[in-house]
């Protein structure tokens, strides 16, 4: 079983920058998806970014088109995944979510299905 643990979230002015963490315990492997999602009130939970292991401590990184430019995702090679949110608008209000998966799937690596594990979530909140 993996546990993944989130951490860093927190009340921030729009223009502002916030850097989540999140630590994977248990069977958590270096060559596993690694990714974030969010849900604001009312909404569903959409993906965010996300990691596919490309083989030693090179990861390959995927962004929704919202975050694009703005946010960027990190790994250490071991246990950790990051989400370093740059330029955060109130639109970025929401509960963030780290997730995992055993495997990579070309088609679906954006679809919260293809993702076995997840946190229980950190509070993100962009103030105007």
């Known amino acids: 079983q993996v546990q993944l643990v989130e951490s860093g979230g927190g009340l921030v002015q729009a223009g502002g920058s916030l850097r989540l963490s999140c630590a994977a315990s248990?069977?958590?492997?270096?060559?596993?998806?690694m990714g974030w999602f969010r849900q604001a009130p009312g909404k569903e939970r959409e993906f965010v970014a996300t990691?596919?292991?490309?083989?030693?401590?090179?990861?390959?990184a995927y962004y929704a088109d919202s975050v694009k430019g703005r946010f960027a995702i990190s790994r250490d090679g071991r246990n950790m995944v990051f989400l370093q949110m740059n330029s955060l608008k109130p639109e970025d209000t929401a509960v963030y979510f780290c997730?995992?998966?055993?495997?990579?799937?070309?088609?679906?690596?954006?679809?919260?299905?293809?993702?076995?594990?997840w946190g229980q979530g950190t509070q993100v909140t962009v103030s105007s």
């Open positions: 248990g069977r958590a492997s270096r060559n596993y998806t």
């Open positions: 990691t596919r292991w490309s083989g030693g401590t090179t990861y390959y």
């Open positions: 997730a995992g998966s055993r495997s990579w799937d070309d088609s679906n690596w954006w679809s919260q299905l293809e993702y076995d594990y």
